[in-house]
């Protein structure tokens, strides 16, 4: 969480130094100082939380972001606000593990420590990958620059930076080209102004989104969803489960979309398929590469 920041990050003594209560709320802190000019602090600040997320690394077992990863295909977009490089981490040690599977493309609504772009050749993704912040420019040659991640509260313009605008651009067609939205952790935009706009349009036209389902992983509770995504859910297909391996993700893994169709539309019931939680690597590997020669990708 925001608020907890201050503390997570270990900008606490930092704070004391310079005379600030660190108690107060953290993007009022920073707001003040980038209102003020200091433009140094700002840049210590901001040094600092890139500093801790850059430096979070999964443990070499699967986890839940392998599991998400490898359940998704090409044809799946993953958005994320997420500025920890854990999923970027997940996508390139799956698709590293030559599967000859499509790996779903990815937006980072909010920048991310691991993604980088190239502003001036306006390259953002390339080949519907993103690209690794501190590699090189395919075109100039300059290392790919990072999209700043904290911005002043009042004026909240990161869809101003070139990067993030392409990222929300990315959204909005997976929005409105979605069979199945799966929501995850995200308690919904309440003062986002993008994320209300974006998912607004997402959801606009009820009357002409009758089949899709939405699914909620959350620890809310139905009627805490209900509140929430008021303004967005117009249609009652949807389910919420707290755990994601009671999703249809994690129990129709790469035919998710196909399963619910069978299930729901065709009235054919169809087994679960669940993701193997406990396997290692190797083996989860080899369980996926079932889905290689239906899916026919290189
Ligand atoms: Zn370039």
């Known amino acids: 969480m925001m608020r907890d920041l201050t503390e997570v990050v270990g900008l606490k003594r930092l704070l004391e130094r310079w005379g600030i209560d660190p108690d ?19 840049e210590r600040i901001q040094e ?85 912040a501190g590699r090189r420019c395919v075109h100039c040659g300059n290392p790919y620059t990072k999209a700043q991640l904290l911005y002043p509260i009042k004026q909240k313009n990161y869809s101003d930076n070139p990067f993030i605008a392409n990222e929300w651009t990315s ?27 974006a998912m607004g349009a997402a959801w606009g036209d009820k009357s002409e989104r009758a089949l899709e389902q939405t699914e909620f992983i959350t620890t809310q509770s139905e009627d805490e969803v209900n509140q929430n995504w ?14 994601f391996y009671d999703s249809w993700i994690a129990n129709h893994p790469r035919r ?9 539309l065709e009235a054919k019931f169809i087994h679960n398929n669940p993701i193997p939680r406990e396997m290692g690597f190797e083996q989860l590997w080899e369980w996926f590469r079932q889905f290689k020669e239906a899916e026919g990708v290189a």
């Open 24 to 42: 107060q709320d953290f993007e009022e802190i920073f707001s003040d100082l980038y209102e003020r000019g200091e433009e140094e602090k700002v």
């Open 48 to 132: 600092m939380v890139e500093g801790y997320f850059e430096d979070l690394e999964l443990p070499d077992r699967p986890t839940i972001y392998d599991h998400l990863v490898l359940s998704l295909r090409d044809k799946d977009l993953l958005a994320t606000f997420n500025w920890d490089p854990l999923l970027a981490q997940a996508y390139l040690r799956n698709r590293q593990a030559g599967l000859g599977l499509g790996l779903p493309k990815f937006a980072f609504l909010h920048g991310n420590v691991a993604v980088g772009y190239c502003e001036k050749d306006r390259v953002f993704v390339l080949d519907r990958v993103f690209q690794l």
């Open 171 to 197: 959204l909005k067609w997976g929005f409105s080209n979605a069979f199945m939205i799966t929501i995850f952790g995200y308690s919904g935009p309440k003062t986002d102004q993008e994320a209300i706009e």
């Open 230 to 243: 008021d303004a967005f859910i117009h249609t009652h297909h949807y389910e919420v489960h707290a755990d």
């Open 256 to 264: 998710t979309g196909e399963a619910y169709r069978n299930q729901y």
